[in-house]
């Protein structure tokens, strides 16, 4: 008896001790911050990080301000071009590689190669590659299409990289999902008669429902925050600028090129609580097509 | 019969390859013709019809964009920000991981409520905040400066707890009757047990200590503190035409990493299967 309590006493002691690092760390570094940036929203920006307390004008400001509307349609069409085709690329993707064919270790690292390429240096090569006087594109094609500088495709060739991307990372995690898959539902399956297409529907895409529900919630949140590849592919002085500004480059700009910490601020809380009611909106909506009785 | 069903099975057989190997095309043909635009002079670059090799394989574009960039620090100073994110983010998520699986103390539900709020949150909502802590301290243009937002890791804390709930609680009890106190019975029986997962939080770090954009280039301006990709991101305006010189410059910046990732493909892939989702 007594060794327990010593021995719980103890555990007390040196847990406290090994969270310490972490929790604090946490608390200055995060917390803190989260809680300063909702009050450096309502707040007017002074000369030396200083910072004065001015109630909803930011928010005001923001509400009224085109610019800031035009960056949230850009960021969720951004979404809505690069989520729901990239998913599908990279389902596709796994399935192939789930299939017993020669060369899938050497097909599954070419595909998630862009991975460990910085997204600062795969936006330069394709910059190169979408150039609309001299990109290969473009001399292949004998077109002189501004991919990156015409206002209707911008968004459009920066989703397609996008999309290239991530399009192995996701393959990879969904293929782990495809790999838990019990090779005896095919079986049975094929001994019933069903096909290739059947069994996809009625096998494959039930049982990976629940990785295919991480991997869409990850995309999404990513594509809301999209940043260094707009950054890096649409320069200031690109005349298709204001088309590709997205919340989080609007965000940058106003913070640390303009320096108004203070409206940036609304605009980074903004993007967070429309991170949170896409989240929720998934979290509700997955009830009806996410399996979890595996 | 039997023979339709095994050329409908060739049939489908071919088609993913055909698929695979097109998709396997559109993945490597930009770093194909990077590689390619590297070595090429400006006018051939510019060629119309394209010019697909160069016509000397020189090395002038490297020389230029060494020229332009300080590499050496830019690849010193990536090195060290992935040295030591990967260090902290191992060594403190190993630490409070442990704890909160293994151990009680109290408010332990209520300190693990502080890591799931921080993964919950995004990223981009402490920067501002964690700029203004730095400058107030006189620390930008520091590695420390790099490496600070990244010191302890929610995700790490969260991940390796994971692992930790997966082993079983008689091995620690085992070291404990053996003699060991906590800290021993975490440092010499289940530390070690924690590889795989440790190397995946670790592979993890690094990708995207390596690959990212936005804080490098807020917390240090002088060229010389700079990491690849912020660095990179100057080359942009320098050169905005001379595509040999950015071509270089960014197979420059790419090329380590790539180097790991072809000796330790498998690792890399496991780890970001392990660690997926975040």
């Known amino acids: 008896m007594q060794k327990t309590s010593k021995l719980s006493r103890d555990g007390a002691v040196w847990g406290l001790v090994m969270v310490a690092p972490t929790?604090?760390?946490?608390?200055?570094?995060?917390?803190?911050p989260f809680f300063q940036a909702i009050y450096m929203s309502f707040s007017k920006s002074l000369p030396f990080g200083e910072f004065e307390f001015e109630g909803i004008d930011n928010y005001v400001e923001m509400f009224s301000n085109a610019e800031f509307w035009k960056a949230t349609w850009n960021t969720i069409l951004f979404c809505i071009l690069t989520v729901p085709v990239g998913i599908f690329l990279a389902l596709l993707v796994a399935v192939m590689l789930n299939s017993k064919i020669r060369g899938r270790t050497t097909f599954r690292a070419i595909f998630f190669l862009p991975m460990v390429v910085a997204p600062a240096a795969v936006a330069m090569v394709w910059k190169w590659i979408f150039n609309t006087q001299y990109g290969i594109i473009n001399t292949m094609l004998g077109q002189n299409i501004g991919w990156l500088t015409d206002s209707r495709f911008v968004l459009l060739t920066c989703a397609v990289v996008q999309i290239w991307s991530n399009i192995g990372y996701d393959a990879v995690l969904l293929l782990a999902g495809l790999q838990n898959v019990s090779a005896t539902l095919y079986e049975a399956a094929d001994l019933d008669g069903a096909s290739k297409v059947r069994q996809f529907f009625s096998i494959t895409l039930p049982m990976v429902s629940p990785t295919l529900f991480v991997v869409l919630i990850m995309r999404l949140m990513s594509s809301l925050k999209v940043f260094d590849l707009v950054y890096m592919m649409v320069d200031d002085a690109n005349p298709a600028l204001s088309d590709a500004q997205t919340l989080m480059s609007l965000f940058y700009r106003e913070s640390f090129v303009a320096g108004d910490k203070g409206y940036a601020s609304a605009i980074v809380v903004w993007t967070v609580l429309l991170i949170g009611i896409v989240t929720v909106i998934q979290f509700i909506g997955q009830k009806k097509w996410v399996n979890y009785e595996v | 019969m039997q023979t339709s069903m095994k050329s409908n099975k060739r049939l489908s057989a071919g088609l993913t390859y055909a698929v695979l190997i097109l998709g396997s095309v559109i993945m490597i043909f930009p770093f194909v013709w990077m590689v390619l635009t590297c070595f090429k002079t400006q006018a051939e670059s510019m060629a119309i019809p394209p010019q697909i090799l160069p016509s000397h394989w020189g090395i002038e574009n490297f020389v230029t964009a060494l020229q332009s960039l300080p590499f050496v620090n830019l690849y010193v100073n990536t090195g060290l920000l992935i040295l030591f994110r990967v260090l902290c983010a191992v060594l403190f998520s190993s630490m409070a991981?442990?704890?909160?699986?293994?151990?009680?103390?109290?408010?332990?539900n209520l300190l693990f409520s502080v890591v799931l709020v921080q993964m919950m949150l995004p990223s981009q909502?402490?920067?501002t905040p964690q700029y203004l802590m730095l400058a107030h301290m006189g620390l930008t243009n520091t590695i420390f400066a790099l490496v600070f937002p990244g010191i302890v890791s929610a995700f790490g804390t969260f991940f390796l707890r994971q692992t930790y709930l997966g082993i079983p609680n008689e091995i620690a009890e085992a070291a404990y009757l053996d003699?060991?106190?906590?800290?021993?019975t975490f440092t010499k029986v289940m530390f070690p047990l924690t590889g795989s997962s440790m190397a995946a939080l670790a592979i993890f770090t690094a990708v995207f200590a390596y690959s990212d954009l936005m804080w490098p280039l807020i917390c240090n301006t002088d060229l010389n503190m700079m990491t690849l990709s912020a660095g990179l991101s100057t080359l942009n305006g320098q050169y905005s035409t001379n595509f040999p010189v950015l071509m270089a410059g960014s197979l420059l910046a790419m090329i380590p990493m790539v180097v790991l990732y072809l000796l330790f493909q498998k690792q890399f892939i496991q780890g970001i299967a392990m660690t997926g989702g975040k």
């Open chain 1, 23 to 32: 929790v604090i760390g946490l608390l200055v570094l995060n917390i803190w």
């Open chain 2, 97 to 108: 991981g442990y704890a909160f699986a293994k151990l009680n103390f109290p408010c332990k």
């Open chain 2, 125 to 127: 909502i402490f920067i």
């Open chain 2, 179 to 184: 003699g060991c106190n906590k800290w021993q």
